[in-house]
């Protein structure tokens, strides 16, 4: 089963998720938040060339289309981007991978304003000149994991990005796990303390899963519930809860209780029998992954009689590549329109 895409590409929305090795190269994008990264990836997985920004909002979408543009043809101009046929691009939600357009993108906007609808796919494929295939990150992120990563040999697995926001990727039964209408299934923003009017999310509501477990969140929330003090940003109060700064710890200290309490909630809807956790902030996972465990434990105690629910909980070991690892997957996974 295919559906189209932009340029005339015809994206596969089925399975399998793998793909034969025939010395082929991706350009290939994730693009998050508050930072975008570009990479040539061959279709055995070797992330080739990449490069990091920070994300150019200022000027709105034609401005980061631009930078996008400028990003890419660097690495087309290598020897290795000579060969290069196909562009992948993973970004942040929401969006239809199908027709490669942004829906007003949640973390992206430009003094104060969303974004409304962005046709990327179509922009950054008449600057580059090549078909580009759009896919929802958390989406790109579980397929990469599933192509190279700890979920290799799982059929069923949820994988958590901790970044700047909280982006969930499923695989049930080996195949991708989409919502409706070409929408991906947002499972950052399912509530998880409704109405908390400390937590509040970028979607505009309180109490999302996302505005407590992204590692922004973290570190807001440490500095605002926890009253850490003197650090900026959770990779700051990561450095401190490791000096054994009191404060610090605690904020990990309710990071692995809600965590559990998220993670409680992906398994009553997906039955994986692996997380997989990736992002920057799962770098802290030393501090928050064994407390959450007994958390995790004790919340599905009553489901483990005949199917066992309790998940095995894993850190991404893709070294926060799986983005453009998943863009390069649906980059050479999308075949030319017949
Ligand atoms: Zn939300």
Not at 2 to 25: D, I
Not at 141 to 149: P, T, V
Not at 205 to 228: D, I, K, N, P, Y
Request: proline share 6%.
């Amino acid at each position: 089963m295919t559906a189209p895409s932009s340029r005339g590409r015809r994206v596969p929305t089925t399975n399998p998720l793998t793909l034969a090795s025939r010395g082929r190269v991706a350009l290939a994008y994730d693009l998050g938040g508050t930072k975008v990264e570009a990479a040539l990836v061959r279709d055995d997985g070797k992330v080739m060339k990449s490069e990091r920004l920070p994300v150019r909002v200022d000027a709105g979408p034609s401005g980061l289309v631009a930078q996008m543009a400028e990003l890419g043809r660097a690495l087309l101009a290598l020897p290795e981007g000579r060969r290069v046929r196909a562009v992948g691009l993973a970004s942040a939600g929401p969006l239809d991978p199908r027709a490669g357009v942004l829906f007003d993108p949640t973390n992206l906007f430009t003094a104060g304003k969303g974004w409304g609808k962005v046709p990327i796919a179509r922009l950054l494929s008449a600057k580059l000149k090549l078909p580009v295939t759009l896919e929802n990150d958390a989406a790109a992120a579980i397929l990469a994991e599933k192509w190279k990563g700890a979920a290799r040999r799982a059929q069923n697995a949820v994988m958590l990005t901790l970044g700047t926001g909280l982006g969930v990727g499923v695989i049930c039964d080996g195949a991708l796990v989409r919502a409706g209408r070409g929408l991906h299934p947002e499972g950052g923003h399912v509530l998880l303390k409704y109405g908390d009017a400390s937590a509040p999310c970028a979607c505009g509501t309180l109490g999302c899963a996302e505005a407590f477990l992204s590692g922004a969140a973290f570190g807001r929330r440490a500095v605002q519930v926890h009253q850490v003090s003197g650090a900026r940003d959770s990779a700051e109060i990561t450095a401190r809860a490791r000096e054994k700064d009191p404060a610090s710890l605690a904020a990990f200290a309710e990071y692995a209780e809600l965590l559990a309490a998220a993670i409680q909630t992906y398994v009553v809807l997906y039955s994986p029998e692996l997380i997989v956790l990736a992002g920057s902030f799962a770098q802290a996972a030393d501090l928050f992954l064994p407390q959450m465990q007994p958390h995790l434990k004790r919340r599905l105690s009553r489901r483990r009689v005949g199917v066992d629910l309790l998940p095995r909980v894993e850190v991404s070991r893709l070294h926060n590549h799986a983005g453009v690892l998943g863009g390069a997957f649906v980059a050479l996974r999308s075949k030319p329109h017949p």
